[in-house]
């Protein structure tokens, strides 16, 4: 048998495995990197709800009132019917 040629090949693996975990490691640091959503925001996009139901622009072109605080935008869900913040 040729012993190189299972050398070559643990090796492969084992740097395939290393790229694997590495891969997941900064998934997970990016992931969790957003931080959790801020309550005003989520209130400011939620006092839009009722108004929304007849108008979903009122949600969907929505302006934070603090834009450094609040990044993302208030988004409109048709299922739920709800307007709700989306960092």
């Known amino acids: 048998m040729n012993m190189k040629g299972q050398g070559a090949l643990e090796y492969l693996l084992l740097i395939g495995g290393a790229v694997l975990v590495a891969a997941i490691v900064i998934a997970l ?3 969790t990197a957003t931080g959790p959503t801020r309550p005003e925001c989520s209130a400011e996009c939620a006092s839009l709800s009722a108004s929304a139901q ?14 450094t605080t609040c990044k993302g935008s208030c988004k409109w869900d048709s299922t739920q019917t ?4 989306s960092p």
Do not use: A, E
């Open 29 to 31: 640091i990016t992931g």
């Open 54 to 67: 007849q108008d979903t622009s009122i949600c969907t072109g929505h302006t934070m009132s603090d834009s």
């Open 82 to 85: 709800i307007c709700y913040y």
